[in-house]
């Protein structure tokens, strides 16, 4: 049976052991590991990675203002902390709870961070909206005291439609209770934007800087994580400590946990065919980790016809849902387990010796050994708790595993051509229902076929718009399937 690659981070320091892919690691061009890691130390320099958009990737610097490549970035970074420090400390006791606004990055990160530190001991609680879906917003806002919640939205831009949209049905309910939603919301956006001047303009509780050199899906360690963890009564520094110590354990080639994660990535999916990593944490508090993975790799690595696929959730639950084609199904994968060494909580023995973390242990252990029975190859990861510094250390340990990779097959991970296009294809739909509103409302009616021709636009698309707006009673309907009508709501109805 192979010997799993193993890595572990204790006391700060991590060690390494990935005997199974000794060979290719050993056969891999010097001068490849070479530029690869001088990419990194570009980045961190300040090279633009970012053509797209002219700027640079700092996220780095976030947690070591001293290596920023100018003063001021480095004043800013340190100005901005310490605001979101003295920001949180002047609410004292106010709000038992946080209505936490945003998408992407800017929801998954602090998602992450509340799902693995959250305790009924927090000075407040978070909820989030993280969707456009009013049935989810009006499922949050029923959960939540409105006398009782701060509000903060986060948006680099201000202009992402989701965020916005989402906070104009917080507004809204704010304004159905009689409470000024300003005097108790806090922004986290660009200088400038338009989410910024709103702040500024109605007089909310603050406005926290985010720069164009820090990535939505890297930005945890920025105030769009530090703020919600201190909300909640956490310890950011120590956040950024563990972050921090991972950045120093990465930055060699030798002993180099980051590299050696990004070298088992390349293995199995140039070497042995299998670009899917099944990630599988032994830890109820690690639950979201998969999905925040998600992001930070399928954003950055899915470009070109590559990138890595990622999926799973939490042991030992899902080993009831899809182990049995782990082992027994399409060997096109890898695994990815997280082990957490300390128990917390009950030290019941629930057999003679053996406590129910005992049977974690085993359980993880067991569907590993099961695995590499059948060929499969797995990564584990090791950490003695879920805290904050050890959270931190995790988070970067796969942000610069991402970065090498992407070196590795010749791809820029801080670019995203795709969402933008989905962006833009999204407000294409947008308009093309209010061209369809306007051309019903001067008496258009029709099939969906009809009308696409009157509007010239996709019969499909046209179709997805109006059965949707029937179905919420904005437009008339006559008949069924793809032949019915469409047409205007009568004057009475429409008012």
């Given at each position: 049976?192979k010997?799993?690659?193993?890595?572990?981070?204790l006391n700060?320091?991590?060690?390494i052991?990935?005997?199974w892919?000794r060979?290719e690691?050993?056969?891999?061009?010097a001068?490849?590991l070479?530029?690869?890691?001088?990419?990194m130390a570009?980045?961190?320099?300040?090279?633009v990675a970012?053509p797209?958009e002219?700027?640079?990737?700092?996220?780095y610097w976030?947690r070591a203002?001293?290596?920023?490549?100018?003063?001021?970035?480095a004043r800013?970074?340190?100005?901005v902390?310490?605001?979101?420090?003295?920001l949180v400390?002047?609410?004292?006791?106010r709000?038992?709870h946080?209505?936490?606004?945003?998408?992407?990055?800017?929801?998954?990160?602090?998602q992450?961070?509340?799902?693995?530190l959250?305790?009924?001991?927090?000075?407040?609680?978070l909820h989030?909206?993280?969707n456009?879906d009013p049935?989810?917003?009006?499922r949050?806002?029923?959960?939540?005291?409105?006398?009782e919640?701060?509000v903060?939205?986060?948006?680099?831009?201000?202009r992402?439609?989701?965020?916005?949209?989402g906070?104009?049905?917080?507004?809204?309910?704010?304004?159905?209770v009689?409470?000024?939603?300003?005097?108790?919301?806090?922004?986290?956006?660009?200088?400038?934007?338009?989410?910024?001047?709103?702040a500024?303009?109605?007089g909310?509780?603050?406005?926290?800087?985010m720069?164009?050199?820090v990535?939505?899906r890297?930005?945890?360690t920025?105030?769009?994580?530090?703020l919600p963890?201190?909300?909640?009564?956490?310890?950011?520094e120590?956040?950024?400590?563990?972050?921090r110590?991972?950045?120093?354990?990465t930055?060699?080639?030798?002993g180099?946990?980051?590299?050696?994660?990004?070298l088992?990535?390349?293995v199995?999916?140039?070497?042995r065919?299998?670009?899917?990593?099944v990630?599988?944490?032994?830890s109820?508090r690690?639950?979201?980790?998969a999905?925040y993975l998600?992001?930070?790799v399928?954003?950055?690595?899915?470009?070109?016809?590559g990138?890595l696929?990622?999926y799973?959730?939490?042991g030992?639950?899902?080993?009831h849902?899809?182990v049995?084609?782990?082992?027994?199904g399409r060997?096109?994968?890898?695994?990815?387990?997280i082990?957490?060494l300390?128990?917390?909580?009950?030290?019941?023995e629930?057999d003679?010796?053996?406590?129910?973390?005992?049977?974690l242990?085993?359980?993880?252990?067991?569907?590993r050994?099961a695995?590499?029975?059948?060929?499969r190859?797995?990564?584990?990861?090791?950490?003695?708790?879920?805290?904050?510094?050890?959270l931190g250390a995790?988070v970067?340990l796969?942000?610069?595993?991402v970065g090498?990779?992407?070196?590795?097959?010749?791809?820029?991970a801080?670019?995203?051509?795709?969402?933008?296009?989905?962006k833009?294809?999204?407000?294409?739909?947008?308009?093309?229902q209010?061209g369809?509103?306007?051309?019903l409302?001067?008496?258009?009616r029709?099939s969906?076929?009809q009308?696409?021709?009157?509007?010239?636009?996709?019969?499909?698309?046209?179709?997805?718009?109006?059965r949707r707006l029937?179905?919420?009673h904005?437009?008339s309907?006559?008949?069924?399937?793809?032949?019915?009508?469409f047409?205007a709501?009568?004057?009475?109805r429409?008012?």
């Amino acid at each position: 049976m192979k010997t799993p690659l193993f890595l572990e981070f204790l006391n700060g320091t991590a060690s390494i052991d990935f005997r199974w892919m000794r060979r290719e690691v050993d056969g891999l061009d010097a001068a490849t590991l070479r530029a690869t890691l001088d990419a990194m130390a570009a980045l961190e320099g300040g090279a633009v990675a970012n053509p797209d958009e002219g700027r640079m990737v700092g996220h780095y610097w976030l947690r070591a203002p001293a290596m920023a490549p100018q003063v001021e970035v480095a004043r800013d970074i340190t100005t901005v902390n310490e605001y979101v420090h003295l920001l949180v400390d002047g609410l004292a006791d106010r709000f038992a709870h946080v209505i936490h606004i945003g998408i992407g990055g800017s929801a998954l990160g602090p998602q992450l961070v509340d799902a693995a530190l959250a305790s009924p001991w927090d000075p407040r609680r978070l909820h989030f909206i993280d969707n456009t879906d009013p049935d989810g917003i009006a499922r949050t806002l029923e959960s939540v005291p409105l006398d009782e919640a701060l509000v903060v939205v986060v948006s680099k831009s201000g202009r992402t439609a989701e965020t916005r949209n989402g906070l104009l049905l917080v507004t809204e309910a704010f304004d159905a209770v009689r409470l000024p939603m300003a005097e108790r919301a806090i922004a986290v956006t660009g200088v400038g934007s338009v989410l910024w001047q709103q702040a500024e303009a109605e007089g909310w509780l603050g406005a926290c800087p985010m720069w164009d050199w820090v990535g939505g899906r890297t930005s945890v360690t920025s105030a769009v994580g530090l703020l919600p963890m201190l909300l909640q009564g956490k310890d950011g520094e120590a956040f950024l400590s563990g972050a921090r110590a991972m950045d120093v354990e990465t930055r060699e080639a030798e002993g180099n946990p980051a590299l050696t994660l990004a070298l088992s990535w390349w293995v199995q999916a140039t070497n042995r065919g299998r670009p899917t990593m099944v990630v599988l944490p032994y830890s109820d508090r690690l639950a979201l980790f998969a999905r925040y993975l998600q992001q930070l790799v399928m954003e950055s690595l899915g470009k070109a016809g590559g990138g890595l696929a990622v999926y799973g959730n939490k042991g030992s639950t899902d080993q009831h849902a899809y182990v049995q084609q782990l082992r027994d199904g399409r060997a096109d994968f890898f695994a990815l387990f997280i082990e957490v060494l300390e128990d917390a909580g009950s030290t019941l023995e629930v057999d003679d010796g053996i406590t129910a973390g005992d049977y974690l242990s085993g359980f993880l252990a067991g569907t590993r050994a099961a695995l590499h029975e059948a060929g499969r190859d797995s990564v584990t990861i090791a950490i003695p708790r879920v805290d904050e510094y050890h959270l931190g250390a995790l988070v970067a340990l796969f942000e610069r595993a991402v970065g090498f990779y992407a070196t590795f097959i010749g791809i820029n991970a801080y670019h995203q051509p795709g969402v933008e296009a989905g962006k833009h294809a999204a407000s294409a739909i947008v308009e093309l229902q209010r061209g369809l509103l306007r051309h019903l409302e001067g008496g258009g009616r029709g099939s969906a076929e009809q009308l696409a021709a009157e509007v010239n636009a996709e019969p499909s698309e046209v179709f997805h718009v109006l059965r949707r707006l029937a179905a919420n009673h904005r437009v008339s309907v006559e008949g069924t399937g793809l032949e019915r009508l469409f047409f205007a709501l009568p004057p009475e109805r429409s008012r």
